[in-house]
Nanobody
Framework: QVQLVESGGGLVQPGGSLRLSCIAP????????MGWYRQAPGKQRELVAA???????NYAESVKGRFTISRDNAKNTVDLQMNSLKPEDTAVYYC????????????WGQGTRVTVSS
């Protein structure tokens, strides 16, 4: 059973910053694309940012210039630095490990809640 464990969520005021972190097993971290998704109440889960093992990044338009995804291959962690947070960033954020081979299993963390509110 592959476990992804997230941390770092919480309550922050608009304009503030949070850093999310996800740790994954070393067996998958080195080859999988690691990403962050979010799901707001009443909405579908959406991609926030992803980072391939080769270093390619992909960001949602709504977070470009504010969020940065990074990975530490020595620690098997992928972080999401979130700056200039807005109320519309409020959601449960999920860490994802995507197998580069189509059709193979992907893995999800349990989610961490981010609330942006004054």
């Amino acid at each position: 059973q592959v476990q992804l464990v997230e941390s770092g969520g919480g309550l922050v005021q608009p304009g503030g910053s949070l850093r999310l972190s996800c740790i994954a097993p070393g067996s998958i971290f080195s080859i999988y694309t690691m990403g962050w998704y979010r799901q707001a109440p009443g909405k579908q889960r959406e991609l926030v940012a992803a980072l391939s093992s080769g270093g390619d990044t992909n960001y949602a338009e709504s977070v470009k210039g504010r969020f940065t995804i990074s990975r530490d291959n020595a620690k098997n962690t992928v972080d999401l630095q979130m700056n200039s947070l807005k109320p519309e960033d409020t959601a449960v954020y999920y860490c994802n490990a995507k197998n580069p081979v189509p059709g193979r299993a992907n893995y999800w963390g349990q989610g961490t809640r981010v609330t942006v509110s004054s």
